[in-house]
């Protein structure tokens, strides 16, 4: 993750990926997408991390 690297959020990352946000969530959880990057009580996901992932 760089610094210019932008963060997304739930819906940004599955439209990018066009799938469901349950579907998102299961991926995470079974580790096929990265964890999250927790900033505060919020979740997002590195650009780069799931674009490398495509």
């Not at 990018?16 to 959880?29: K, Q």
């Not at 900033?39 to 650009?47: A, D, E, H, I, T």
């Amino acid at each position: 993750m760089s610094i210019l690297d932008p963060l997304l959020n739930v819906r940004e990352g599955a439209a990018l990926l066009d799938v469901s946000i349950p579907t998102w969530h299961l991926w995470v959880a079974k580790g096929i997408l990265p964890p999250a990057v927790k900033l505060g009580g919020f979740s997002r996901w590195p650009k780069s991390e799931i674009l490398a992932f495509v």
